[in-house]
């Protein structure tokens, strides 16, 4: 439950800059699809809505569809402490500025804090969870970033239900030519286990596919952009 959490807010958090309006405007994703196989070769697909509220700086997101046999429905909003911050998401590809985050999936409700440093760079987010047994924690740290103020290592405990992973390794690379963030998870304790995570974005900075593999299955999904909104100063 936990992942499908993160996939969630990983969506609202990818959004391009408005052409031409780069210091002012950028556009998310108001309606999305997504559709592909995760597990052992288990088919999945969904759809989302997602609409900014300016008095609260939110985008708030509604994603429902289908694993298997098995239907699903999560809603996050996400929201930042400032216009400046709402707009400045994702700029460059992979820059993350949002304050919290509350996700719904299933039986499951989450809340994201995330916490920077003086220059305003992510070090660090910590998932409470509803009923940590049962739906599982998240709590990473971040402690090196890149020239653009990305982060790039750090590390995860208390991850999974009842946090069982701690220490593990996170890495994560920007392929700004390509448009591509790679994300590395090895260590750790044994119940961590190991993943590498590749996100592809077109030229507007909208997400194409994101493909996550681990030692026993490989994830791979496709998005479509149906409609995008903008967030202005």
Not at 105 to 119: E, H, I, L, S
Not at 152 to 163: D, I, P
Not at 166 to 185: I, L, P, Y
Not at 204 to 228: C, F, I, K
Request: with cysteine; glycine share 10%; aromatic share 8%.
């Amino acid at each position: 439950m936990i992942a499908r959490a993160l996939v969630a807010l990983g969506l609202l958090l990818a959004a391009p800059q408005c052409g031409g309006q780069e210091s002012s405007c950028r556009l998310f994703a108001s309606q999305f699809s997504y559709s592909g196989t995760v597990g052992s070769n288990i088919p999945t697909n969904a759809s989302a809505t997602c609409s900014f509220n300016r008095p609260r700086l939110t985008v708030d997101c509604i994603i429902a569809g289908t694993t298997g046999s098995s239907n699903f429905s999560t809603s996050t909003a996400v929201t930042w402490s400032s216009i400046d911050d709402a707009v400045a998401a994702n700029h460059p590809l992979g820059r993350v500025t949002f304050s919290r985050s509350a996700t719904v999936a299933g039986n499951c409700t989450y809340n994201f804090t995330a916490g920077y440093d003086g220059q305003h760079r992510l070090t660090g987010v910590v998932a409470t969870a509803s009923d940590d047994t049962r739906c599982g924690t998240f709590n990473q740290t971040w402690t090196a970033w890149d020239s653009s103020g990305r982060h790039t290592q750090g590390t995860n405990t208390g991850v999974g239900t009842a946090s069982a992973c701690t220490g593990q390794n996170v890495v994560r690379s920007f392929d700004d030519a390509n448009r591509t963030v790679t994300t590395t998870n090895s260590g750790g304790s044994t119940a961590c286990g190991t993943s590498t995570s590749v996100a592809t974005y077109d030229a507007n900075y909208q997400l194409l596919s994101s493909v996550t593999t681990t030692s026993s299955s490989t994830d791979t999904l496709t998005y479509t952009t149906a409609a995008t909104s903008t967030i202005c100063k």
